[in-house]
DNA sequence: GACATATAGTTAGTTATGCAACTAATTTCA
DNA sequence: TGAAATTAGTTGCATAACTAACTATATGTC
C-alpha cells in the first residue's frame, strides 16, 4: 500500500461532490435550454448507440457502468420517447438489440455540440496538463477500485 | 473565453463518471461490509453535523448541495433510524434545527475511518500533487459553473 | 395595522439507482 | 440427452434526485 494513509476521508467529496454535480447540472440545463428533453442518463446511453448501434441491453450495461435494471427502465423511457426501439436478437432469443430511431439520431449532433459547450464553460481557465492529471488520477481510482477480483459491476447476481 | 474549445465534452464522463461511481459504490459496500445501515447521502447530512449540530434544513441544504425536499426526506430517513431529530427554532417557528442522537454520534469515528480507508484504496499509488490539482480542477470548476449571477441550488422558487 | 413579499419546510409526480428475486433461454457436462 | 448452471432481461422495493406547487411563518413597506 501506498504510504499516505491520512485522513484521504474527505477527498470523497472532492471526487464526489459539488464540481461533479454543478457539471451535471449544467448541462441538463443547456439541454433544457435548448429544448430537449432527455436527462442526462438517456444520453449517456444514446452516447454509446451513436458509437455503436444495436448493442444488446448486457452490453449497454458494462459501456454505461450501470446494473440490469437501471438500462432497463432507461430503455423503457427511451422507448417512450421513440428514441430507441428493442429488436430481438435472431440468433439468441433472450437478446434485445437495442437500435437507435431516426429521431435518435437527429439529437447526435445538436447534444454533443451542449456537452462540448457545457465543458468549455466549466473548464474555463484550466490547463491541458491539469486536465490530463485528472483523466490520469481518475483512471487510477478506477483501476485501484475494479481491477483484479473485485466487484464487478454486472452479473453480481 | 479560453483558448481551447474542441471535443471536450467527452471530458464530462471524465468529471462525472466511472470513477466516481466506483468510490461512491465502494464506500457504501464498505459501510454494509462494517453493518452499518446508513447511505452515503445520509451520512453526508450526518458529516455536516457531526461539524455543527443543530443546523436548519435550510443550512444544510446550503452545506451538502442539496435542495429542500431532498433534505427533507434525507431527515425523514434519518430520523425514521433515530440517528436525528427534529426541533423547533426557540426563535423562528418556520425552523427545524435537525439535532443528532447518541446513536449518530457513535458513528461519527467509525464512518470517518470507513471514508479514510475508502479513499486510501481508491487513491492507492496516486501522489499528493496529483490529488491537489484534482482539487484545484474541482475548485475551478465549481467556481465556473456556480459564480456570479447563475442558477443556485437553494430558492430557484 | 395591513397587504405584499420573502423564507422555511412539506407534498406530489417523474426519473434514476441499487439490491433481491424472478422468468425465460442457452450452455455445460455428466 | 437431460439436469444443473449460466446468461439476458424484467419486476418489486427502498432511497434519492429535481421540478412544481403548496402551507405556514416572518419581514418590509405603505
Redesign the interface.
Known amino acids: 500500500?501506498?504510504n499516505?494513509?491520512?485522513?484521504?476521508?474527505?477527498?470523497?467529496?472532492?471526487?464526489?461532490?459539488?464540481?461533479?454535480?454543478?457539471?451535471?447540472?449544467?448541462?441538463q440545463?443547456n439541454f433544457r435550454a435548448a429544448g430537449l428533453e432527455i436527462t442526462i442518463e438517456q444520453w449517456?446511453v444514446l452516447y454509446h448507440l451513436w458509437k455503436e448501434d444495436g448493442l444488446s441491453q448486457q452490453e449497454l450495461c458494462n459501456r454505461t457502468?450501470r446494473d440490469k435494471p437501471s438500462i432497463t427502465r432507461l430503455i423503457d423511457n427511451l422507448e417512450k420517447q421513440k428514441l430507441v426501439k428493442r429488436v430481438a436478437s435472431p440468433t439468441d432469443r433472450r437478446i434485445n438489440l437495442v437500435q437507435l430511431t431516426d429521431a435518435a439520431l437527429e439529437l447526435q449532433h445538436i447534444t454533443?455540440?451542449?456537452?462540448?459547450q457545457?465543458?468549455?464553460?466549466?473548464?474555463?481557465?484550466?490547463e491541458?496538463h491539469?486536465?490530463e492529471?485528472?483523466?490520469?488520477?481518475?483512471?487510477?481510482?478506477?483501476d485501484?477500485?475494479?481491477g483484479i477480483a473485485e466487484?464487478t459491476?454486472d452479473d453480481r447476481r
Do not use: C, P
Open positions: 500500500m501506498s499516505n494513509h491520512f485522513r484521504r476521508g474527505e477527498l470523497y467529496s472532492v471526487i464526489n461532490g459539488m464540481a461533479s454535480i454543478a457539471v451535471a447540472r449544467r448541462l440545463k449517456s457502468f454533443i455540440d451542449l456537452a462540448n457545457t465543458m468549455n464553460e466549466a473548464l474555463e481557465g484550466v491541458k491539469e486536465i492529471t485528472v483523466k490520469s488520477v481518475f483512471q487510477r481510482v478506477y485501484n477500485l475494479m466487484t459491476v
